[in-house]
């Protein structure tokens, strides 16, 4: 199985991640508590929203990948190395050094490019269109903010509703723990699990998971141990109802509003660390991070270049701003005592 | 009182003992030492010259006290951490309590300003943006908090460095000299940038402070006795919105002392931050783990001091 | 004579999806010098929200869109917002439902009821404390000297509203609204408290406007009872009169369920169904829904005001047509 090569992997993912989605919205349109909150949450912030599922497509585009269908003479292209749509999309676009937006030549010299004004966004000082390398930091953002919430949302969950629910010993161990954790500050524990585990994706993912799972774990103790005491629950107990099945049916689908809220409001905050790991070299490869870090020097060259750090810096921007406005409208919608109202 | 405040020491030593074995789990188990010895000598080294390094900086004892009670390296690395014995840098084996208390200064001389001038600037205007909520002056001003909250810190400080310094040269990008009336002119950019930064995040939280407060009764009350709007937001609002404000003070003292990461390394100010980048350059376990332990440390300290200070602060708690 | 307040035509409106709901509709009454007026109700009837309206104190994002509160012949929606501000705990002061919370967590009683007297008039702290002190003495408030410089968490329920009755009346108010004084108290501390109250009233002939739902309150205090039901008065008598003969369905039907006037083993009468929420309120009579008594009318169109006796406003179909035959 880990034969397989990565970007076999990530059109598997892909396609889990779209029918997942495509499932997801199925089973929250016949609830209607979700309808109701989705369609406030179109109403209040439609432009966000629209940003944000462009940058997801613009994602999506650059995760499915395959070999071969090249043409020849490809500038900076392996013969049998996977492309995604993306890539197909600028397959030729590369050039030989740093050109401006829209030129016609090159930036240092003036020697005639192979796409006069076909380059939005200028090219870098390896010749690659910069809008190019923008959309491809999509990916690898929206792989940042999903993956490590895929793995401390569910950490949270166990260690949180664990402590909450069944209370004793577990909980004086997972609030001790909390404790621990939260104690350190977070940078530092951060850049010390990377140094530890070494550079890469999935490391990073990880130490960001590892630093951040705290929060949501408190509040999700706080809200089991409010939910326990409900009246149906406790009949539940009474009855005799397995405890699984009590978290299971209960517990974990009242938290849910939670972990959505919890989910949006966090992804702007992890990518913009990883921006910040990234300037201390041991970022995500790919990430506009990256684009920034390598580009910071270009701004005392005379002439100077600024499409690199511009381009990187807006979408970055742009992405963060969409993120933390739908992030504050979800939290309005999603708000318990809305709800509660509904219910 | 006095039982309340050793028992919240009691459990911050708990979790300074809880800090430290995580941090041996994380720096001595997911990293062999053979590993760190290798990093600071070149993949290349010899056999010998890795024993050698390893003797000599004390991680060549087993790791738990079941392989041997007298000498390992889980009681020796408590037994340091506990009495500020922190030893050598791995990367230029020099001494690192040394090199923490020169950098104690420079970095406090950035960090303390910075908090006082973001105070000053964030809760005037946030005051402001609070007296005069749902209005559109409301919504303008957190509209553009979170604008500035999603731009950045990288792209603030270059933004900040190309602008000023090349730009309008205003003052110089980096460096840092110890002389009391030069040192203004080398923080000036750094402490802009980081007011700059700061101030959407800041002016939130304190809006949301304020509103809060606002909206309690017995600012209905004081309404109902004849305050005026100015009045009611001076003396009634902020007085209790100071409890929620000063938590959030004491809790940053701590992180006074480590420095701003970022600020000092873009702008060449010798203090803890800049330390701690050049250990993550040179892969500097030694340093780092020590920086994490002090950090801690003050962090659990600050949290402590901040549950005593709201006993003094907070009427209410003192009954406990 | 007219009256010290006179309210007309009171309404105050909250936006919603379904456009501005009135949750005070129309209300109008009149409030005599030295007479204890209680307002009743159940939560949601508006009551509270009536008198807030009446000192421009309606929570944003309602306000008031309609009538007029004349204090002594003043409008007092007319006035500026500096003007309102001498009124506002100076010639009408307001005590409110939980001691708990409506007082300043952080600073002393004694600066609060200081700062009380001292936004309506120039007196020095001095004086103004020593006069806090008097007042605490008078409310009933034991070693007043100390208690001047506790904190309200120090205090219990009982103190605590003590202190909000003595900052209301520091400043020698003519009116005196009092929204459910004693709801959020011990039965014993209630009684106590209602006690000082009628004492205190008696003694200043201050005006209250009491608001309550508990009618064993009203017939301890009040002279005259307005009954209000979903954002509109139904029935105005005299508290004699109201207990002894109500005229309006829902009165009747409040007064038929209170426990100690049924006989033991009885059931409990109560009024079926629920009141409705302002988004649902009929087109009519708003009680129409649970009256025992409607008929064509009621649903359709809202009764006029009927006088069927001196003193004596009622709100009812019913009760207008019984009138009308009776007149002829």
């Known amino acids: ?152 949302i569910p950490l949270a969950l166990l260690f949180g509703v664990g402590a909450g629910y069944f209370g004793g010993r577990f909980d004086d161990f997972v609030f001790f723990l909390i404790s621990t954790l939260a104690s350190m500050p977070s940078l530092l524990l951060l850049i010390a699990l990377i140094m530890v585990m070494g550079r890469g994706t999935v490391s990073v993912c990880v130490a960001l998971a590892v630093t951040g799972w705290v929060g949501f774990c408190r509040l999700s103790r706080a809200e089991t141990l409010k939910l326990r005491e409900l009246d149906y629950v406790q009949a539940a107990r009474a009855l005799g109802v397995s405890e699984t099945r009590i978290i299971f049916r209960h517990i974990l689908p009242n938290l849910a509003h939670l972990i959505v809220i919890t989910f949006v409001l966090t992804f702007s905050g992890l990518v913009l660390s990883e921006a910040v790991l990234s300037w201390l070299g041991i970022g995500v490869d790919g990430s506009w991070g990256q684009m920034i870090d390598g580009a910071r020097d270009e701004l005392s060259r005379e002439p100077i270049v600024w499409w690199n750090i511009g381009a990187a810096g807006t979408v970055l921007f742009v992405l963060i701003l969409a993120v933390n406005a739908v992030g504050d409208a979800v939290r309005d919608v999603l708000d318990p005592r809305t709800l509660r109202g509904q219910q | 009182m006095g039982a309340y405040v050793l028992r919240r020491l009691a459990y911050g030593a708990g979790v300074v003992l809880g800090v430290l074995f995580l941090l041996f789990l994380l720096f001595f188990t997911v990293t062999a030492p053979e590993d760190i010895a290798r990093k600071a000598l070149g993949d290349k080294a010899p056999p010998e010259a890795v024993e050698i390094w390893l003797t000599n900086h004390g991680y060549d004892r087993p790791l738990w006290p079941w392989q041997d009670w007298d000498e390992n390296l889980l009681f020796d690395h408590y037994r340091r951490m506990l009495t500020f014995d922190f030893g050598l840098s791995d990367a230029d084996d020099s001494p690192i309590i040394d090199r923490i208390k020169a950098g104690m200064g420079p970095s406090l001389s950035l960090t303390v300003p910075l908090l006082v001038l973001g105070m000053l600037a964030a809760i005037p205007l946030s005051l402001l943006v609070a007296f005069f909520r749902e ?175 709201y006993g003094l602060v907070d009427p209410r708690v003192r009954v406990e | ?182 709801t959020a108290l011990d039965v014993t501390v209630q009684a106590q408290i209602l006690s000082l109250l009628r004492d205190l009233q008696r003694e200043r002939n201050a005006a209250i406007l009491l608001i309550t739902h508990d009618l064993g309150i009203v017939n301890e205090l009040a002279d005259r009872v307005a009954v209000m039901y979903a954002g509109r008065l ?54 129409s829904t649970r009256c025992p008594r409607r008929f064509e009318p009621c649903a359709e169109t809202f009764p006029a005001e009927t006088t069927p006796a001196p003193g004596r406003r009622v709100w009812c179909h019913e009760v207008e047509t019984t009138e009308g035959e009776d007149a002829r």
């Not at chain 2, 409890?243 to 003292?253: D, E, G, K, N």
Request: charged share 20%; proline share 6%; hydrophobic share 50%.
């Open chain 1, 1 to 152: 199985m880990m034969g397989l090569e990565p970007h076999i992997w990530s059109n598997v993912m892909t396609v889990l991640l779209v029918s997942g989605a495509i499932f997801v919205t199925r089973v929250v349109r016949g609830q209607r508590l979700w309808r109701e909150a989705a369609q406030a949450l179109w109403q209040r912030r439609r432009f966000a929203l629209v940003v944000v599922a462009v940058y997801v497509l613009i994602g999506l585009a650059d995760s499915v990948a395959w070999k071969g269908g090249v043409p020849e003479g490809a500038m900076g292209v392996l013969p049998n190395a996977p492309l995604s749509l993306l890539d197909r999309a600028f397959l030729d676009s590369r050039e030989a050094s740093y050109s401006a937006p829209f030129a016609d030549v090159e930036f240092y010299g003036g020697a005639p490019l192979r796409n006069p004004g076909k380059h939005p966004f200028g090219t870098d000082i390896l010749g690659r269109d910069v809008l190019y390398l923008a959309l491809k930091g999509a990916r690898v953002a929206l792989l940042i903010g999903g993956l490590t919430s895929l793995i401390a």
């Open chain 2, 135 to 309: 209005t559109y002056i409301d919504r303008m001003g957190v509209f553009l908090c979170v604008l500035a909250m999603s731009v950045s810190t990288l792209l603030y400080i270059i933004g900040a460095q190309f602008l000023i310094g090349k730009v309008l040269r205003w003052y110089p990008i980096s460096g840092f000299d110890a002389n009391l009336l030069l040192l203004p002119r080398f923080l000036a950019l750094p402490l802009l940038v980081g007011v700059i930064s700061g101030i959407g995040g800041d002016v939130r939280f304190y809006r949301t402070v304020f509103l809060e407060e606002s909206g309690r009764d017995f600012v209905r009350t004081a309404r109902a006795k004849g305050a005026g709007e100015v009045r009611i937001m001076t003396h009634h609002v902020l007085r209790n919105a100071l409890i929620p404000i000063l938590t959030r003070v004491v809790l940053a003292i701590p992180f006074l002392f480590m420095g701003s990461l970022l600020l000092e390394a873009f702008f060449g100010i010798p203090g803890l931050g800049s330390m701690m980048f050049d250990a993550i350059q040179a892969n500097d376990f030694s340093t780092m783990r020590t920086m994490v332990y002090v950090g801690s440390l003050l962090f659990i300290f600050g949290q402590v001091a901040t549950d005593i200070s």
């Open chain 3, 1 to 182: 004579m007219t009256a010290l307040l006179e309210v007309r035509d009171l309404c105050t409106a909250f936006p919603s999806g379904q456009g501005a709901l009135r949750v005070v509709d129309g209300v109008s009454f009149d409030l005599a010098r030295g007479e204890v007026l209680a307002l009743v109700g159940e939560s949601g009837s508006g009551k509270s929200m009536t008198a807030l309206s009446a000192l421009r104190l309606v929570p944003k994002p309602g306000r008031v869109v309609g009538g007029e509160v004349r204090l002594d012949g003043e409008n007092l929606m007319d006035l500026s917002v500096t003007e309102m501000r001498r009124i506002r705990g100076g010639r009408v002061g307001m005590i409110f439902q939980e001691p708990m919370t409506c007082l300043n967590p952080v600073v002393r009683v004694g600066a609060q009821v200081v700062e009380a007297i001292r936004l309506h008039e120039p007196v020095s702290k001095a004086e103004a404390r020593e006069r806090a002190r008097s007042l605490f003495a008078e409310v009933g408030i034991p070693d007043p000297e100390a208690r001047l410089d506790a904190h309200p968490h120090e205090l219990s329920g009982g103190l605590k509203q003590r202190v909000m009755i003595a900052m209301a009346l520091s400043t020698r108010p003519e009116i005196l609204i009092a929204d459910e004084p004693t």
């Open chain 3, 234 to 287: 139904v029935e105005v008598a005299e508290r004699a009169a109201l207990l002894e003969d109500p005229r309006h369905p829902y009165t009747q039907g409040l007064l038929r369920s209170i426990p100690a006037l049924s006989a033991p083993g009885e059931a409990l009468p109560e009024i079926p169904g629920v009141v409705p929420s302002p988004d649902q309120w009929p087109r009519g009579c708003r009680f």
